[in-house]
Antibody, heavy 120, light 110 residues
Framework: QEQLVESGGGLVKPGGSLRVSCAAS????????MSWVRQAPGKGLEWLSY????????YYADSVRGRFTISRDNARNSLFLQMTRLRAEDTAVYYC?????????????WGQGTLVTVSS | EIVLTQSPGTLSLSPGERATLSCRAS???????LAWYQQKPGQAPRLIIY???SRVPGIPDRFSGSESGTDFTLTISRLEPEDFAVYYC???????????FGGGTKVEIK
């Protein structure tokens, strides 16, 4: 069955960088758009970015454009989010999610999330 | 940018009661692009409704979605203990490619 497993979270200082990863299995990874979504402690969901199956289409939320970069490696069934110039307000659980776009645009499978803490 | 406003923020109900959750969009949203998610404490969100009214396979039929103009509704006909959770609506704006979420409605046991 479809599975997404995030990794790479941790503690990073303000201004620092971190890359989180998402390993996909159980479906044809290259056929799907993929997204990153985050959730600050006790807060709601915030979509950050998505990338098409062939990586030719990429969009970002205004809050992270220019600081975060989404990428994927279809040979390794992996999705990445490179985060730079991190701020305290970037502290959150980061989820990857499969993003069907044919009849609708939603997030039909999610990973368990990886916690990123930005603090000195 | 389309803003989704969910109400109420918290809904206090008893098992067996009907829950009606609202999601209002600040401008027109294609029903094809409106989805609902359920999130329980410590868990990732789970897609339950897509296309405003289509249930994900495996989701009980007590969950239903509807729309009226810019107002979208998630109804849980008879609450089961496992339905107490936070629910989020989400839309996709094809003119300004982005997904946005509402602020969520917490359904708690009264």
């Amino acid at each position: 069955q479809e599975q997404l497993v995030e990794s790479g979270g941790g503690l990073v200082k303000p201004g620092g960088s971190l890359r989180v990863s998402c390993a996909a299995s159980g479906f044809s990874f290259s056929d799907y758009y993929m997204s990153w979504v985050r959730q600050a402690p006790g807060k709601g969901l915030e979509w950050l970015s998505y990338i098409s199956g062939d990586a030719t289409t990429i969009y970002y939320a205004d809050s992270v454009r220019g600081r975060f970069t989404i990428s994927r490696d279809n040979a390794r069934n992996s999705l990445f989010l490179q985060m730079t110039r991190l701020r305290a307000e970037d502290t959150a659980v980061y989820y990857c999610a499969r993003t069907p776009v044919l009849l609708t645009v939603s997030l039909d499978h999610w990973g368990q999330g990886t916690l990123v803490t930005v603090s000195s | 940018e389309i803003v989704l406003t969910q109400s109420p923020g918290t809904l206090s109900l008893s098992p067996g009661e009907r829950a009606t959750l609202s999601c209002r969009a600040s401008q027109s949203v294609s029903s094809s692009y409106l989805a609902w998610y359920q999130q329980k404490p410590g868990q990732a969100p789970r897609l339950i409704i897509y296309g405003a009214s289509s249930r994900v396979p495996g989701i009980p039929d007590r969950f239903s979605g509807s729309e009226s103009g810019t107002d979208f509704t998630l109804t849980i006909s008879r609450l089961e203990p496992e339905d107490f959770a936070v629910y989020y609506c989400q839309q996709y704006d094809s003119s300004h490619p982005a997904l946005t979420f509402g602020g969520g409605t917490k359904v708690e046991i009264k």
